[in-house]
């Protein structure tokens, strides 16, 4: 992790939680990223909550004070109309949502998303001034026929078509193999660095050396306390996108504070 970029811990709740425990978990996560940040640590942290549970979660963080940011872990690109079922940027951020995932793994291989409907996403979400987590990454037969780097790109380039230089800011990309995905199975250190040091050099190659340096690149896939120390010290990886691990507190403020250190 490049001490110039400030480390980002998220964690997607999926289509998991009720109301009471994601109460539950979203107060005890606050209350340990506020000893953090009271002890100078540098951390910036989100959740990702069900849809329906974004509100609740939202009032409990801003009742707390919270430093931990509310993340929606999907939109539709309109504004507003007949899209039954679809959710806005315009509605996330009137619930207080300030980052949002497009392009996960489970969106593009589950409900089939393309990337040109992920590219329209991205625009609208950074356009409305969130935050926008990018995700990438290749399927295990990809990675066996050496295309990682070959499908990484394509991504990253679809997804980021027309995008401005001066909207990097609020850009986070995620590379989540999607065969680490809640399998167990993890890159090595190694492979993921590989893999972000490519993904950085596409973004160089598309906005400048100097932008690209300054965008963060998380790692996901099966990212755990016990592995997250090791992940977090390579170069290229600037914090993880949490899947499993994030719905026990004790688990996923153990990777924060790694990232933390």
């Known amino acids: 992790m490049h001490p110039q970029r400030t480390a980002i811990i998220g964690g997607n709740w999926k289509m ?16 340990g990223v506020q000893e953090l940040h009271n002890a100078g ?21 801003c009742a707390a004070s919270s430093r931990v940011m509310l993340g929606a872990q999907d939109v539709y690109h309109a504004e507003r109309g007949a899209f039954t079922g679809e959710i806005s940027v315009l509605q996330l951020q009137d619930v207080g949502v300030g980052t949002v995932l ?4 489970e969106r593009r291989h589950v409900i089939h998303e393309g990337d040109d ?14 935050r ?12 066996e026929t050496d295309q990682t ?30 065969w680490a995905i809640g399998t167990g199975k993890v890159a090595s250190p190694e492979d993921a660095q ?3 040091r490519h993904i950085r050099a596409v973004l160089a190659d598309l906005f400048g050396k100097d932008a690209a340096a300054g965008v963060r690149i998380q790692y996901g896939g099966s990212v755990t306390a016990a592995n997250a120390a090791e992940l977090l010290k390579q170069p290229d990886i600037d914090g993880a996108l949490v899947g499993g691990a ?3 507190e004790a688990d996923f403020m153990a990777i924060v504070r790694a990232a933390a250190q």
């Open 16 to 31: 998991n939680t009720d109301r009471a425990s994601g109460l539950a978990l979203a107060g005890s996560i606050a209350r």
């Open 41 to 61: 640590k540098r951390v910036e942290v989100a959740v990702f909550p069900p849809f329906v549970y974004l509100p609740l979660i939202s009032e409990a963080l």
């Open 102 to 105: 497009a392009g996960h793994s």
């Open 117 to 130: 409907q992920i590219n329209l996403k991205v625009r609208a979400i950074l356009h409305h001034g969130l």
């Open 132 to 143: 926008c987590v990018l995700c990438v990454g290749e399927k295990l037969e990809q990675r």
């Open 149 to 178: 780097n070959t499908v990484n790109e394509r991504q990253v380039r679809l997804g980021l078509r027309d995008v401005r230089p001066d909207e990097l800011d609020r850009l986070v990309i995620a590379y989540e193999p999607v």
């Open 194 to 196: 590989d893999a972000h």
């Open 246 to 248: 994030s719905l026990k």
